[in-house]
C-alpha cells in the first residue's frame, strides 16, 4: 500500500448476517496491521467467558457509560436487551491523529448516525453476491433456528434498502475474502488521494 496521509480515515464496514464482513476485516488487519487497526466498542454488559477488556469490548458500568453520552464522549450509542452499546470517542481520534486507518465493524443506523456527524467517514456495505447465498450461508451454519434465520433475512433487506447512504459496496463472493478485503484497501488509498483530504497540498509543494 502507499505511504500513510497525516490523518487516518475512519471507516465503517457494515454487511448483512452472512455477507462475511468479520472474516474480511480480519484479512485487512492481518494483511495491513500498520496501516489499519480495529475500533473496540464499550458496553454495559458483563464480560463472557474468554472475552477481555479492551480487547473484545471495553466493559465499564452503566453510570460512566451514561456519563460518557453527556459528554459527547461517545461516536454512537445504542440500547439493547437493557445494556449500552457504542464506539468510543476518544479511541478512534487518537488512533487517526496517529495515521491509522480505524475500521469500525457496526451495523447501518449507528454508521448513518457517525456519518451524520462526521461526514468524511467513509462507509462501505459488503455484501454476498445475491440473496440466494446470503439464505445458503445462514441455513449452512447450523446452529440458527428457521425463525432466526427469516428474521435475519428481513433486517438484510432493511439494511440494504439503505445502501444508498453508502459510498461504496464491496461483493464478497464464497471463497473470495481476500480479495474483498483488497478492494476496501484500494478504496481507502483512492481516498487518501482526494483533493479536499489534502488542503496543504499546494503550500508543501512550494516549501
Known amino acids: 500500500m502507499s505511504e500513510r496521509s497525516e490523518k487516518g480515515l475512519l471507516v465503517i464496514i457494515s454487511g448483512p448476517a452472512g455477507s462475511g464482513k468479520g472474516t474480511v476485516v480480519g484479512k485487512i488487519l492481518s494483511s495491513y496491521p500498520q496501516e489499519f487497526c480495529l475500533s473496540v466498542s464499550a458496553t ?22 451514561e456519563e460518557r453520552i453527556e459528554e459527547g464522549r461517545m461516536l454512537e450509542y445504542a440500547s439493547y436487551c437493557g445494556n449500552y452499546y457504542g464506539t468510543p470517542a476518544e479511541y478512534v481520534e487518537k ?19 457517525i456519518k451524520e456527524k462526521l461526514p468524511e467517514t467513509v462507509l462501505v456495505m459488503i455484501t454476498p453476491p445475491d440473496y440466494a447465498t446470503l439464505e445458503a450461508r ?10 432466526d434465520i427469516l428474521n435475519r433475512l428481513q433486517r438484510a433487506k432493511e439494511e440494504l434498502e439503505l445502501i444508498g447512504h453508502y459510498d461504496y459496496a464491496v461483493i464478497n463472493d464464497d471463497g473470495k475474502a481476500e480479495q474483498a478485503a483488497e ?21 508543501r509543494f512550494f516549501s
Open 183 to 203: 478492494q476496501i484497501c484500494r478504496i481507502c488509498e483512492s481516498e487518501k488521494r482526494r483533493v479536499r483530504r489534502q488542503p496543504d497540498f499546494v503550500k
Open 44 to 65: 454495559t454488559r458483563a464480560p463472557r467467558v474468554g472475552e477481555e477488556h479492551g480487547v473484545h469490548y471495553y466493559f465499564i458500568d452503566k453510570e460512566s457509560f
Open 138 to 147: 445462514l441455513r449452512g451454519r447450523g446452529t440458527n433456528t428457521e425463525e
Open 95 to 113: 488512533k487517526l491523529d496517529e495515521g491509522k486507518n480505524v475500521i469500525l465493524e457496526i451495523e447501518v443506523q449507528g454508521a448513518l448516525k
